[in-house]
């Protein structure tokens, strides 16, 4: 791993987010010179005190992905590029489709062809997502599954996925993708569901308010934070170019009500609610997902390691003491 990017100038785009900051904070310890290029547009994941404790060891470049003169000038020089600024809620890709339109799939044109332009020796990992498969026909998902989104942004970000992986192979400019699924952690949107449900659940039972789950047998996987930031460095390897690789959990899938008994029982007490889907959440709601991720255990060598009691442990023990730098 300090062989891929020690030394390295690293790029990470959403970098003041959930998993950059996270993947920002990994770089440094192993040495990489990290610049991270954020909009901190306040309704997304971005916030400043995710930075903590490393703002004198990164340079922070507040500016927008869709703004491409910013991004030409700060491309270049370059040697890697993880590329994570997106629009995340599927809500809000449903009522303002256009603002995903233009982070998801223009801004990511954009990027793309930049480094054709200017710096087409650089490699990118771009953080994609399972919602493109849509509900899923088979279980569990591999990457060879239909793609058949049920929501504007799982459109969006299928096409962004794919400009990363025709430039790889019409350009030659090295890109991966990597297919999240569920990632929770310490730095997770928890003011609201934009990011997750779960960051919900975490800031409602820190404040001793019951919990809502909707639904409820619903199977999903999850990935604590520092085994997804495990896979993105994995996959900086020059060998991934052009390929794209599922991620999971560490621990067999569970249904949401599991898993809100489970936070409960981690956090030592809390009240869980089951309630109907909301019609608007239930018309884009994919049903039952995890995924087969034997591809990157085989061809990245990735494993992810925390299990769901200790991820969920570690995160509410992270918001027990900084849930205000949230609210
Ligand atoms: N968290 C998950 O469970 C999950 C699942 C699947 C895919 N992903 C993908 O991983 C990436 C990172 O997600 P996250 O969970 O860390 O979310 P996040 O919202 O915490 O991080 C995204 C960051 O991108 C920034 N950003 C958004 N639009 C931007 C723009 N136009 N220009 C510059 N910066 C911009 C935001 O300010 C934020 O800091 C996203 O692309 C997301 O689609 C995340």
């Not at 054709?116 to 591999?142: C, H, M, W």
């Not at 991966?176 to 919900?200: I, S």
């Not at 608007?280 to 769901?308: C, N």
Request: proline share 5%.
């Amino acid at each position: 791993m300090r062989e891929t990017v020690g030394g390295k100038r690293v790029l990470i785009t959403g970098g003041l987010g959930f998993i950059g900051s996270a993947l920002a904070r990994r770089l440094i310890d192993l040495g990489a010179e990290v610049t991270i290029v954020d909009s901190l547009v306040p309704e997304y994941g971005g916030n400043r005190f995710n930075i903590a404790g490393i703002e004198e060891r990164v340079r922070v470049n507040v500016s927008d992905v869709r703004d491409e003169h910013s991004f030409r000038y700060l491309v270049q020089g370059q040697e890697i590029l993880f590329n994570l600024a997106g629009q995340t809620s599927h809500l809000d890709s449903m009522t303002d489709p256009f603002t995903d339109l233009d982070i998801n799939v223009r801004a990511q044109l954009s990027i793309v062809e930049t480094c054709r332009q200017v710096n087409p020796s650089i490699r990118i990992v771009f953080a994609s997502t399972r919602q493109i498969y849509g509900k899923p026909e088979t279980l569990p998902v591999d990457e060879k599954h239909l793609l058949h989104p049920i929501d504007v942004n799982g459109v969006h970000k299928m096409a962004g996925e794919w400009y990363h992986i025709l430039y790889n192979n019409v350009y030659g400019i090295r890109a991966c993708a990597l297919r999240l699924t569920n990632t929770y952690g310490p730095r997770m949107r928890v003011k609201d569901a934009r990011q997750t449900f779960l960051g919900v659940w975490i800031r409602r039972l820190l404040q001793n308010e019951p919990i809502e789950v909707w639904g409820g047998e619903q199977l999903r996987d999850f990935t604590f934070v520092d085994d997804a930031v495990e896979a993105f460095l994995l996959a900086a390897a020059p060998e991934t170019a052009g390929s794209i690789y599922n991620l999971g959990g560490a621990e067999p899938p569970v249904t949401l009500h599991e898993l809100a008994e489970l936070l409960v029982q981690v956090n030592g007490g809390g009240e869980v609610r089951v309630r109907p889907f909301p019609p608007d959440r239930k018309a884009i709601d994919i049903g039952d997902y995890y995924a087969d991720f034997s591809m990157a255990r085989r061809e990245l060598g990735w494993t992810p390691r925390v299990g769901l009691e200790e991820g969920l442990r570690r995160t509410l023990d992270f918001y027990r003491e900084h849930l205000g730098h949230y609210l």
